[in-house]
Nanobody, 119 residues
Framework: VQLQASGGGLVQLGGSLNLSCVAS????????MGWYRQAPGEQRVLVAK???????AYAVNARGRFIISRDHNKNIVYLQMNHLVLADTARYYC??????????????WGRGTQVTVSS
């Protein structure tokens, strides 16, 4: 599974961005699709994820501001980010998980898209 993210960029404090990520290369069911982010010097952390049955989970600091959604037919996951704050500045990575020939679950990552919030 290959993941290609887009939609990052420079946005002013309080603004919005919409990230998207397309999964390709396999017809397998993607149990999870989601977004993680990593700021310089910090670990990669979950932002939001959505299952193949549209159950969602959010990081505490994303809840109420970000909305994750998924187009199952096109294998696309979106992250609508609103009311952006400086702490949202990070590289955002698309993530997918599926059942396959892996010890637990198979996982894949996109190369990331940079989101920079300016004051």
């Amino acid at each position: 599974v290959q993941l290609q993210a887009s939609g990052g960029g420079l946005v002013q404090l309080g603004g919005s961005l919409n990230l998207s990520c397309v999964a390709s290369g396999s017809s397998t069911t993607l149990v999870y699709m989601g977004w993680y982010r990593q700021a310089p010097g910090e670990q990669r952390v979950l932002v939001a994820k959505v299952t193949n049955t549209d159950m969602t989970a959010y990081a505490v600091n994303a809840r109420g501001r970000f909305i994750i959604s998924r187009d199952h037919n096109k294998n696309i996951v979106y992250l609508q980010m609103n009311h952006l704050v400086l702490a949202d500045t990070a590289r955002y990575y698309c993530y997918a998980a599926w059942h396959g020939d892996c010890p637990t679950i198979c996982e894949g990552w996109g190369r990331g898209t940079q989101v920079t919030v300016s004051s």
